[in-house]
């Protein structure tokens, strides 16, 4: 059986992860390495048992191959269907339906649109205008955290203090779509690994220094107890099985920050080499044991069921209003 991985800007992870898995997979048959593609052809199978997907976000191809893959037998670490329709709004709005403590947060309008939307007033016609900033600010509380919708690495984050401010970021992050959320002034920070969902190692987190600390007494039980919940509960909705997941906590309340976060950072320098030799040992066990297994845990997302709404639920329509199919 063969682990395929595929991988951007990494140099440190995918080597040492090769190698454990080949390592440990010996004895059972399994081998790793490099998925290589070349076009693929419809109804191709699949060459592959699992494959660890950190990429495809950024190329577009590997994700149309990737399904492909799904649909012809291969276990995708992650499931890329949900990662393709996956935003943070949504998982925001999921987990505090799901009791996970999560700051006051607001969806934007974009500042800017292609150019055949722009040039077309009634493209826009469900929009008001002008936004009433103040309002907004008002409702998450000032100072505040502009950031996009779906994206990660910390990129296009701006802490605004004012309605001055917060215009000013605004007006320069077309063409994403952007949340104004209430800032955590936090007296802990955490980072979670997560490995198949349910097996988390918290981490202590400077995110000034973008920092990683070991520390194995930096939360009590009780509230690592907490963070471990909650972060199973996300994973769990969500089916990520590989993420990292941040929580600020304030007054003893770990509020999750950011959990879409499907690609984390996996490299030695950063994230220390103690936890690095964790993640590299996780994953390589994590992929033996879906290429071995033929009854694992549904990488599919299920947050519906988890909120009791669906078919199944006899849900249709908006939260609230429940009829018979």
């Given at each position: 059986?063969?682990?395929?991985?595929?991988?951007?800007?990494?140099?440190?992870?995918?080597?040492?992860?090769?190698?454990?898995?080949?390592?440990?997979?010996?004895?059972?048959?399994?081998?790793?390495?490099f998925?290589?593609?070349?076009?693929?052809?419809?109804?191709?199978?699949?060459?592959?048992?699992?494959?660890?997907?950190?990429i495809?976000?950024?190329?577009?191809?590997?994700?149309?191959?990737?399904?492909?893959?799904?649909?012809?037998?291969?276990?995708?670490?992650?499931?890329?269907?949900?990662?393709?329709?996956?935003?943070?709004?949504?998982?925001?709005?999921?987990?505090a339906r799901?009791?996970?403590?999560?700051?006051?947060?607001?969806?934007?309008?974009?500042?800017?649109?292609?150019?055949?939307?722009?040039?077309?007033p009634?493209?826009?016609?469900?929009?008001?205008?002008?936004?009433?900033?103040?309002?907004l600010?008002?409702?998450?509380?000032?100072?505040?955290?502009?950031?996009?919708?779906?994206?990660?690495?910390?990129?296009?984050?701006?802490?605004?203090?004012?309605?001055?401010?917060?215009?000013?970021?605004?007006?320069?992050?077309?063409?994403?779509?952007?949340?104004?959320?209430?800032?955590?002034?936090?007296?802990q920070?955490?980072?979670?690994?997560?490995?198949?969902?349910?097996?988390?190692?918290p981490?202590?987190?400077?995110?000034?220094?973008?920092?990683?600390?070991?520390?194995?007494?930096y939360?009590?039980?009780?509230?690592?107890?907490?963070?471990?919940?909650?972060?199973?509960?996300?994973?769990?909705?969500?089916?990520?099985?590989?993420?990292?997941?941040?929580?600020?906590?304030?007054?003893?309340?770990?509020?999750?920050?950011?959990?879409?976060?499907?690609?984390?950072?996996?490299?030695?320098?950063?994230?220390?080499?103690?936890?690095?030799?964790i993640?590299?040992?996780?994953?390589?066990?994590?992929?033996?044991?879906?290429?071995?297994?033929?009854?694992?845990?549904?990488?599919?997302?299920?947050?519906?069921?988890?909120?009791?709404?669906?078919?199944?639920?006899?849900?249709?329509?908006?939260?609230?209003?429940?009829?018979?199919?």
């Amino acid at each position: 059986m063969k682990i395929g991985l595929m991988v951007g800007r990494e140099y440190s992870f995918p080597p040492a992860f090769i190698d454990r898995v080949n390592q440990l997979g010996r004895g059972h048959g399994i081998s790793a390495d490099f998925v290589k593609l070349g076009g693929t052809r419809l109804g191709e199978p699949a060459e592959y048992r699992v494959i660890v997907d950190r990429i495809s976000h950024e190329v577009e191809y590997y994700r149309g191959y990737l399904k492909h893959a799904v649909l012809q037998g291969a276990y995708v670490i992650n499931n890329p269907f949900w990662w393709t329709a996956d935003d943070k709004f949504f998982n925001y709005a999921v987990m505090a339906r799901l009791g996970v403590a999560i700051p006051k947060t607001v969806l934007l309008p974009q500042k800017g649109y292609p150019a055949d939307v722009d040039i077309l007033p009634e493209s826009l016609r469900n929009l008001t205008y002008p936004i009433d900033w103040d309002a907004l600010l008002d409702h998450v509380g000032r100072p505040a955290i502009l950031k996009p919708y779906s994206g990660g690495g910390w990129k296009h984050v701006y802490k605004v203090h004012d309605r001055e401010e917060l215009i000013a970021a605004y007006d320069g992050t077309a063409p994403y779509c952007m949340t104004l959320q209430e800032f955590i002034d936090f007296e802990q920070y955490v980072r979670c690994f997560t490995f198949g969902k349910n097996d988390i190692v918290p981490v202590a987190y400077d995110p000034r220094a973008r920092q990683y600390i070991v520390d194995h007494h930096y939360l009590t039980s009780e509230l690592g107890a907490r963070v471990v919940r909650d972060a199973q509960t996300i994973n769990n909705a969500l089916g990520y099985e590989m993420n990292t997941i941040e929580f600020a906590i304030r007054d003893g309340v770990p509020y999750a920050i950011d959990f879409l976060n499907p690609a984390p950072d996996f490299e030695r320098d950063r994230i220390t080499p103690h936890y690095f030799e964790i993640a590299v040992d996780k994953m390589a066990r994590l992929v033996i044991d879906r290429a071995l297994s033929d009854n694992v845990t549904s990488p599919w997302p299920r947050w519906e069921e988890m909120l009791g709404l669906g078919p199944a639920a006899g849900f249709i329509g908006a939260p609230g209003r429940r009829t018979s199919p």
